[in-house]
């Protein structure tokens, strides 16, 4: 079992930054890769970004390139979302996912999420 636990959300004006911090932890497993996605109320959720583990390979939805910048340690099984030039349009729950190896098995992982307002 492996859990993903998140923290940096909160309330920013719009043009501000924050980042957001995942962490997971377990025992005996392995990480694929590891993403950000995003639920805005009413709306489906949505792939924000996504590193893989051995090549730290990235990739971004359009609405987010160039602002948010996702990266990993990977000794500490850690994945963050640098998130620059807010807009109110970001407003969301962002949840981190990660795709896990544990024993032989491969599992997909969900955090709890945490809220990001972008308001002045």
């Known amino acids: 079992q492996v859990q993903l636990v998140e923290s940096g959300g909160g309330l920013v004006q719009p043009g501000g930054s924050l980042r957001l911090s995942c962490a997971a932890s377990?025992?005996?497993?392995?990480?694929?890769?590891m993403a950000w996605y995003r639920q805005a109320p009413g709306k489906a959720r949505e792939l924000v970004a996504r590193i893989t583990s051995g090549g730290g390979k990235t990739s971004y939805a359009d609405s987010v390139k160039g602002r948010f910048t996702i990266s990993r340690d990977n000794a500490e099984n850690t994945v963050y979302l640098q998130m620059n030039s807010l807009k109110p349009e970001d407003t969301a729950v962002y949840y981190c996912?990660?795709?896990?190896?544990?024993?032989?098995?491969?599992?997909?992982?969900w955090g709890q999420g945490t809220q990001v307002t972008v308001s002045s």
């Open positions: 996912n990660a795709e896990a190896v544990v024993v032989v098995k491969t599992y997909l992982y």
């Open positions: 377990g025992s005996s497993f392995s990480i694929n890769f």
